[in-house]
């Protein structure tokens, strides 16, 4: 058990640096931001199983984890208590999609479908159309309806030879909801000078909160009906600050962002807000380091039975989220396609005012550690 435990919190820590890692890279973007990490973590570490040589080392690095026996390992269990939680809706699943006329290494199948939870299914890829279809109406069902088209035909070609599909759909009430009574339109500013009319909520209640002075920011931590599911709003002292909290994000441990909170009382004012974004990752995960995967030199030869050499053509994720007074509501899958080539004292209530872009973090607690779920920026509440 302790050895488990060991290997849980190694999948936790390991998410938690690929978060920051890619987040730095997807937030050089204009606009919003809006990703899972633990979806692109999770498909990830599914591929790493068969990755051997420098390949390995390749995931091993990006990953930041030990190696692909605790990845597996740790995912089994993350992924049984993300599926059993209470109060909340959350479901994570897995499935891979694999071209008839191959076989899974039986070593590979066996991790897949007992370590991380993975269904499998054989298509056919020489009819791009079809094969899509199946595998949006998959993603479709896992997220309510919330991702749709993950995959296009175009995605697929006579090469594909399989596809993995992570997909995570989340849907809580508030443990303390916002009363539409007191929604108003106030201005959001989006730097110093521009702003735009939002719809803001208001709550006053005892919440979890600090004034971080290493990432000069208010942290507050907006609980769902399942206290162990939080949504984390991180806001900048300054109104144009987003910027240097992300730099200082970089290199903060996000598994512990809540350390050192207490709990006031706190009036908040948040914006109703609702993200929906298409990332390519292909891009994004060569600068972390796994440029490899879709190159002729990657080496997955432990994932299917053939001779040809086995490349990734593809990682797309869509992720969509709506904040409003009831709660949140978040969704998202993440493909990868894979081709042949080859208790506290009282103090005065805080004042958390949400009116200038800022980060969130959608988690789950593990004891003193949180889980990154879904993790972004607000740059405008209603883009």
């Known amino acids: 058990m302790a050895e488990e435990q060991k290997e849980v919190r190694a999948v936790l820590q390991g998410n938690g640096e690929f978060t920051k890692n890619l987040y730095s890279i997807l937030a050089k973007k204009p606009g919003n931001v809006f990703f899972s990490p633990i979806s692109i973590h999770a498909i990830l570490s599914l591929a790493y199983q068969g990755a051997k040589g420098k390949t390995q080392e390749a995931f091993t690095k990006a990953l930041n984890v030990p190696d692909g026996r605790v990845a597996a390992t740790g995912y089994k269990d993350v992924m049984t208590r993300l599926n059993s939680v209470n109060n909340v809706t959350l479901l994570i699943a897995n499935k891979l999609f694999l071209q008839e006329s191959f076989k899974l290494q039986e070593s590979f199948k066996d991790v897949?479908?007992?370590?991380?939870?993975?269904?499998?299914?054989?298509?056919?890829?020489?009819?791009?159309?079809?094969?899509a279809a199946s595998i949006n109406s998959w993603v479709e069902k896992k997220t309510n309806d919330k991702i749709r088209d993950l995959i296009n035909p175009d995605d697929i070609s006579d090469d594909t030879a399989l596809i993995l599909v992570n997909a995570i759909y989340f849907k809580g009430k508030w443990a303390e909801p916002f009363d539409a009574e007191y929604t108003k339109t106030e201005k959001f500013y989006l730097n110093d000078n521009d702003t735009v009319d939002v719809q803001m909520m208001h709550l006053t209640r005892k919440f979890y909160y600090k004034n971080d002075e290493s990432l000069d920011a208010k942290v507050l931590e907006l609980p769902y009906a399942n206290k162990d599911i939080s949504l984390i709003v991180v806001?900048?002292?300054?109104?144009?600050?987003?910027?240097?909290?992300?730099?200082?994000?970089?290199?903060?441990?996000?598994?512990?962002?809540?350390?050192?909170?207490?709990?006031p009382e706190v009036s908040v004012a948040l914006p109703k807000f609702k993200i929906?974004?298409?990332?390519?990752?292909?891009?994004?995960?060569?600068?972390?380091?796994?440029?490899?995967?879709?190159?002729?030199?990657?080496?997955?030869?432990?994932?299917?039975?053939?001779?040809?050499?086995?490349?990734?053509?593809?990682?797309?994720?869509?992720?969509?989220?709506?904040?409003?007074?009831?709660?949140?509501?978040?969704?998202?899958?993440?493909?990868?396609?894979?081709?042949?080539?080859a208790a506290?004292?009282?103090?005065?209530?805080?004042?958390?005012?949400?009116?200038?872009?800022?980060?969130?973090?959608?988690?789950?607690?593990?004891?003193?550690?949180v889980h990154v779920l879904f993790s972004g920026r607000v740059n405008h509440p209603k883009e």
């Open 112 to 131: 897949a479908v007992q370590q991380f939870l993975s269904e499998v299914e054989l298509l056919n890829f020489k009819q791009p159309v079809s094969a």
């Open 235 to 263: 806001l900048p002292n300054k109104r144009n600050g987003i910027e240097e909290l992300e730099n200082k994000l970089a290199t903060t441990d996000l598994t512990r962002i809540t350390d050192n909170m207490f709990k």
């Open 276 to 341: 929906e974004q298409t990332i390519d990752l292909k891009s994004p995960l060569t600068e972390l380091g796994l440029g490899v995967i879709f190159g002729r030199d990657a080496d997955l030869s432990g994932l299917i039975q053939t001779t040809d050499s086995l490349y990734v053509s593809k990682v797309i994720q869509k992720a969509f989220i709506e904040v409003n007074e009831e709660g949140a509501e978040a969704a998202a899958a993440t493909g990868m396609i894979m081709g042949l080539r």
């Open 344 to 369: 506290f004292l009282p103090l005065p209530p805080e004042t958390v005012v949400v009116d200038h872009p800022f980060g969130i973090y959608l988690v789950q607690r593990e004891g003193p550690l």
